[in-house]
């Protein structure tokens, strides 16, 4: 007992503790988007079922023996790939489909020792059914998911903050070669014990002997709640990640919940209350509904939590009330399994290229009322009739979110990185937006007279208005990580040059079909495709006088834009004396630190500059309020009026890490 338990517990730990540190090392390389977890996810859900269908195939299909030898190669075989660490070659160039080459790289880095990983737990819970035939197997799958559970606490808590992403690589490869020993032992030891199968399995009791196979019907059932689970996970994560950040602690969450739901409603029945869960679910789809268009995320994130919780309680409680007995259990992981997989390639694949803006999760709370619905359909005719106008509430305050990023809209578009909108507004003056998510990206005033006027995070006030008006007077080099709208550009005169670095290619189309910066302007523009900091790696030094971080993943800046390895290629391509620029504003997260501690590494002088416009004031409605960093060793500029009134300088925090492409640590920066 305590070797299956610890072998099948080892490994569960080992496969979601996996999926951080190999998701946060690749992260960067990717541009920081939401969009990387969520084909991460697929990889792990569909590595998953081809784990858990090997162990149906070949418990059904091989004798004991032979599954034992087949196992251990396979198990041998992979320590051939060991450390788990991404080949720098799968860095993107700019014009691949990024979720192929994610794709390709998760399956050749850390294929085979997940795959493995994958069908520890059905594998050794059917050699543990057969071995010892009077013990039930599932509450083995509870410890399983508990292991999962206690994976994914510990990174962001005691393993992000203070171990580097190489050490934790080499570390996870030592204790899975330790697990392999493991499991090894197990298998060996269950092969010993296959010559008392048969006798074993006649003294099991009738009814599990003379069970029917499960119906169609019912392994449907299995898949489509599952499915249902895995799709809500995925949707909820994508929906707070595209307006927070890209953070792996904001990836946890969900899935933590997720995994919690599967501790306690295959633990025991006990924990699984149907009345109750029902109502809970009932009450949790349309309140989610309504809420799925709020940027009041201090309210929403707290909903939409709890809300998963439940509906994962619903899935995952009725799908363990359909299990069948033991000897079908391999099976029944299976569909569990291919559910879940069906479910992370709808929201992470399907979805990006069918949809034309973030209408799944949407989508994905009508689907589970109906489900609910179906789940009670047979129960009292009351019950019935309040499944159904659950159903008609979910469905009314989803379709109204869906209008509400449709009407809203004057243009939409999506592809991997991210959904992109223009919104048009007439009062109190002609104003266009662009909307990465739910986050504005830069605008244009439309006034003819006004359209090179500086507008949103660009005003005359910001940190921006103040540097450009305190440079001098020459023809300056600017680039640019983040084009946006472009609303940069209402600074650029004759002579200047505006280099901008845009991984998403959607980005470019709107900005040049929608907003008219980049063809009005007198200054010489040029746009470089892919990933900022990956495209000024490869270039040769541009002498930038000012140099502006404004990429942003979700409402932050992405993290892999923020290290001291990104600071030296920043130091390469700007000219003595020249400016980094770094977009502070943010709602959750507060990088002053972070840029303070690597303007100190370098000696130069970090000046926070904050602008809250008054709505009064006329321009308020297309000004935005924000906060900028000025990062120089130009004292005169430092001195300039306008920096030097409004400015606040910034010293590194005693004690604080400089943050390394290896190690940053999200904790200490959390508003």
Known sequence: MIL??????????????????????????????????????????????????????????????????????LLALSLLVLPITPDVSW?????????????????????????????????????????????????????????????????????????????????????YALFVLLCSYAAIASARSAATVTAAESEQPAAAVTEAPPSGARQLTWLTLAA?????????TNHICQNVASLPFLWILPLSLYLVTFIFCFDHPRWYRRNIFLVLAAIALPVMAWYSDSLNLKLVIPIYLAGLFVCCMFCHGELSQLKPAPRFLTTYYLMI???????GLLVGLVAPHVLTGYFELAIGLIACALLLL???????????????????????????????????????????????KTREYTEPVPFRSMVHGGIMHGGQLLDPEMHLMPSSYFGPNSGYGRMFASLPDAPRKVGVIGLGAG?????????????????????????????????DT???????????????????????????????????????????????????????????????TNRFINIAPVVASLAAEYGLTAVMISDAPESDEGAGYWISGTDQILVTSNQALLDAEKIRD???????????RVWTDDFNNLLRVLK
């Open 337 to 343: 399994s291919l559910g879940g997989a069906i479910g």
């Open 487 to 519: 609303s940069i550009i209402a600074y650029a005169r004759k002579g200047d040059t505006f280099r901008f670095y845009e991984i998403n290619p959607q980005v470019v189309e709107l900005a040049r079909r929608e907003f008219t910066f980049m063809t």
């Open 4 to 73: 299956y338990a610890a072998a099948i517990f080892l490994g569960a730990f080992l496969l979601f503790l996996v999926q951080p540190i190999i998701a946060k090392q690749i992260l960067p390389w990717f541009g920081g988007s939401a969009a990387v977890w969520a084909t991460c996810m697929v990889f792990f859900q569909m590595a998953l079922l081809l784990g858990y269908a090997y162990a149906d195939l070949t418990t059904r299909r091989l004798t004991p023996k032979r599954q034992v030898v087949l196992h251990v190669a």
């Open 91 to 175: 860095k993107p160039q700019g014009e691949e489909n990024p979720s192929w080459r994610i794709l390709g790289l998760l399956a050749l880095t850390i294929g085979l020792p997940y795959f493995l990983l994958s069908t520890t737990s059905p594998l050794l819970q059917a050699w543990f059914a057969r071995r010892f035939h009077h013990a039930i197997p599932y509450r083995l799958f509870a410890l399983s998911n508990l292991a999962s559970l206690l994976a994914l606490l510990a990174y962001p808590v005691l393993i992000e903050p203070w171990v580097s992403t190489v050490t934790q690589s080499i570390s996870w490869s030592v204790f």
């Open 522 to 584: 007198p200054a010489k523009i040029e746009v470089v495709l892919g990933d900022g900091r990956l495209s000024l790696e490869r270039e040769a030094s541009q002498q930038f006088d000012v140099l502006a971080m404004d990429a942003f993943s979700g409402d932050s800046i992405p993290l892999h834009l923020l290290t001291r390895e990104a600071m030296a290629i920043y130091m390469r391509h700007l000219k003595p004396g020249g400016v980094l620029a770094f977009q502070a």
């Open 374 to 420: 179906y789940r009670t359909f047979r129960m009292a005719w009351w019950v019935a009739l309040a499944s159904a106008a659950i159903v008609g509430a979910t469905a009314w305050g989803a379709g109204m979110a869906i209008d509400y990023q449709v009407a809203n809209s004057r243009v939409m578009m999506r592809n991997f990185y991210s959904v992109l």
């Open 228 to 236: 249902m689970a895995s799709f809500l996970l995925l949707a909820v």
């Open 646 to 656: 409004n400015g606040k300088v910034l010293t590194a925090m005693p004690g604080f």
